[in-house]
């Protein structure tokens, strides 16, 4: 299976630097404080937890199902991204017409500190995000799933465009607390090359803000 072929990407409000081994004292940071804030999300708790969790995702990577990124936020003066804010992760991709560069894909696995939710840095993510996707990878069809509960991450999925597409029903495993052994109903949206145009002037209007 191929590697997805991305790198660094750099905006105004954040930059998506490619995992590596040598964040995880970073993520472990990131990761700390309020776990409520995370109710759907799998954010590692701790070194033991957060060690395997970057290995689970550069195992994925080095298998080509995925391009796992942490994401820096960019403070206004300093010269260089500073703190480690969350993470996130190109996923399933999918290779329908034997393309070197995949022809779908997920963009999941997405979370941010308290501190960087709600401000400019998840929205812009998916600017350099999506931009790769279609510009560079020239894929057919961006995929975005949550859970169908989680009506916080629903809105923020419809706010930058996604269409609804569905639920899938006993879909993918839960994470939230509790529910850990049952499969959760997903909640799919998809954005598709002729709608990004639109989705791109929607979001870049959003970060001007």
Same mark, same amino acid.
């Given at each position: 299976?191929?590697?997805?072929?991305?790198?660094?990407?750099?905006?105004?409000?954040?930059?998506?630097?490619?995992?590596?081994? &040598?964040?995880? %004292?970073?993520?472990?940071?990131?990761?700390?404080? %309020?776990?409520?804030?995370?109710?759907?999300?799998?954010?590692?708790?701790?070194?033991?937890?957060?060690?395997?969790?970057?290995?689970?995702?550069?195992?994925?990577?080095?298998?080509?199902?995925?391009?796992? #990124?942490?994401? &820096?936020?960019?403070?206004?003066?300093?010269?260089?991204?500073?703190?480690?804010?969350?993470?996130?992760? #190109?996923?399933?991709?999918?290779?329908?017409?034997?393309?070197? =560069?995949? =022809?779908?894909?997920?963009?999941?696995?997405?979370?941010?500190?308290?501190?960087?939710?709600?401000?400019?840095?998840?929205?812009?993510?998916?600017?350099?995000?999506?931009?790769?996707? #279609? =510009?560079?990878?020239?894929?057919?069809?961006?995929?975005?799933?949550?859970?169908?509960?989680?009506?916080?991450?629903?809105?923020?999925?419809?706010?930058?465009?996604?269409? #609804?597409?569905?639920?899938?029903?006993?879909?993918?495993?839960?994470?939230?607390?509790?529910?850990?052994?049952?499969?959760? %109903?997903? +909640?799919?949206?998809?954005?598709?090359? %002729?709608?990004?145009? +639109?989705? &791109?002037?929607?979001?870049?209007?959003?970060?001007? &803000?």
């Amino acid at each position: 299976m191929a590697k997805l072929r991305v790198g660094t990407l750099e905006g105004t409000h954040v930059v998506l630097e490619r995992l590596a081994s &040598r964040h995880v %004292d970073e993520i472990i940071e990131a990761g700390s404080g %309020d776990r409520s804030f995370y109710a759907y999300t799998q954010v590692p708790d701790g070194r033991e937890e957060t060690e395997g969790y970057v290995s689970y995702l550069l195992n994925d990577a080095e298998n080509g199902r995925a391009a796992p #990124f942490v994401q &820096r936020r960019i403070v206004a003066g300093e010269r260089a991204p500073s703190e480690l804010v969350g993470c996130t992760r #190109f996923m399933n991709p999918y290779w329908w017409l034997g393309r070197t =560069d995949p =022809d779908e894909v997920e963009i999941g696995g997405t979370w941010l500190s308290p501190s960087a939710q709600r401000s400019p840095v998840n929205t812009e993510a998916k600017i350099l995000m999506l931009t790769h996707a #279609f =510009d560079e990878w020239n894929v057919q069809r961006v995929a975005i799933c949550t859970d169908a509960v989680n009506e916080q991450s629903r809105r923020a999925i419809e706010r930058i465009g996604a269409r #609804f597409e569905g639920e899938l029903r006993r879909h993918r495993r839960s994470l939230q607390e509790g529910h850990e052994s049952i499969l959760r %109903d997903s +909640a799919m949206y998809s954005i598709t090359i %002729d709608e990004w145009p +639109a989705v &791109r002037s929607r979001l870049e209007s959003l970060v001007a &803000r």
